[in-house]
């Protein structure tokens, strides 16, 4: 399982290590001064002090909103904020053009974001995201012509609540899901049904370092033990080509956006 370093674009080797694992790790794909601006921006608009652009929303964890955990900061109860594609500041992540090259290798030269979230795991909460495949979030198929971003903005490792993933598992076609049997879990969540943990990785990343991966590959993550906070902004991708299996457009929605 590849972890590089590299400036424009996937090489040929990290390309075929997607293919066969269904993930690679670029590592500093984006700059500290980037990262710097996309966490002050989170904070801005999520303490108040810049307005919410059209479309985006701040999710607060589930459980803060049921009251099983008393938020001890305003960022402290957000588990997330979506939406950004009309953000100019968090956009910018979804619109990198290194970040374009890494996914057109995989893609093709035309792409279009689809999702685009930053994910916040405060401490003191459960915050765990179960084992899951992100293709059922989608219509657009194949599966090969979809591709996720993930990038740490603070650290993410084990103590952290880093992504776990199983390797290989984006070979084992779209699999059944349920809600997880926990006691708090946040709106969406869904978790992969009779799934073997075991072999299991940690992809623990610094600031910068960027995950690209899969659809159908299995991840999830872990509570954050620490006394910080875990911090990553994400993005979805969809090839051109790509074809819902019912006919219908899949491009038409306000928060896609066209690259290429």
Request: proline share 5%; net charge neutral; with cysteine.
């Amino acid at each position: 399982m590849m972890q590089t370093t590299a400036t424009q674009g996937l090489t040929a080797e990290e390309t075929a290590s997607y293919r066969e694992h269904g993930f690679v790790v670029r590592r500093e794909l984006f700059s500290a001064s980037q990262i710097e601006d996309f966490d002050r921006r989170f904070l801005d608009v999520v303490e108040g002090r810049v307005e919410k652009t059209p479309l985006m929303q701040v999710m607060r964890d589930v459980m803060v909103v049921k009251g099983a955990v008393t938020a001890e900061t305003t960022v402290h109860a957000v588990n997330k904020l979506f939406n950004f594609e009309n953000d100019p500041v968090l956009n910018a992540y979804t619109a990198d053009a290194t970040l374009l090259a890494c996914v057109r290798s995989l893609l093709g030269p035309v792409v279009h974001s689809v999702s685009t979230n930053v994910f916040n795991k405060p401490p003191d909460v459960d915050g765990r995201h179960p084992m899951h495949q992100d293709l059922r979030y989608f219509r657009a198929r194949p599966a090969d012509l979809i591709v996720g971003t993930w990038t740490a903005v603070y650290p993410a490792r084990r103590e952290t609540g880093c992504l776990s993933i199983l390797p290989d598992s984006h070979r084992r076609g779209e699999l059944e899901h349920a809600l997880p049997d926990w006691n708090y879990v946040n709106h969406g969540f869904y978790a992969v049904k009779n799934v073997d943990w075991s072999e299991r990785v940690h992809i623990e990343l610094e600031p910068g370092d960027t995950l690209l991966f899969h659809p159908l590959l299995i991840h999830g993550s872990g509570h954050n033990r620490s006394r910080q906070f875990r911090r990553a902004i994400s993005a979805h991708y969809i090839s051109d080509e790509a074809r819902a299996p019912d006919g219908r457009e899949w491009r038409d929605r306000p928060t896609i956006r066209r690259y290429g």
